[in-house]
């Protein structure tokens, strides 16, 4: 069984920072691109930030410049950095993952249980 599992959700006020983590245990045998997405009350789940095993980031435009994603494989643990946060940011952030949980089979999709970001303005 594999598992992700987010923490470092919390309140904060406009302009503060949070950082969540996400770390992945259980049959892994590969893991690969991980990613951030969020969903917003009464809006559809978007995507955030991704990475490449190798380190490739990508960023969608509104969170450039003030999140920051990164990644430990050894511990298996990816990151998001959210700086400047506003109250638009305000969601339910998930991780993502592709892994391969044994060698020859195709990656699949996990998701952890999402941790509540929460914007004060």
């Known amino acids: 069984q594999v598992q992700l599992v987010e923490s470092g959700g919390g309140l904060v006020q406009a302009g503060g920072s949070l950082r969540l983590s996400c770390a992945a245990s259980?049959?892994?045998?590969?893991?690969?691109?991980m990613g951030w997405y969020r969903q917003a009350p009464g809006k559809q789940r978007e995507l955030v930030a991704t990475?490449?095993?190798?380190?490739?980031?990508n960023y969608v435009d509104y969170v450039k410049g003030r999140f920051t994603i990164s990644r430990d494989n050894a511990k298996k643990t990816m990151y998001l950095q959210m700086n400047g946060l506003s109250p638009e940011d305000t969601a339910v952030y998930y991780c993502h993952a592709q892994i391969r949980t044994h060698w020859g089979v195709r990656d699949y999709d996990y998701w952890g249980q999402g941790t509540q970001v929460t914007v004060s303005s």
């Open positions: 990475i490449t095993s190798g380190g490739i980031t």
């Open positions: 259980g049959s892994i045998f590969m893991l690969n691109a």
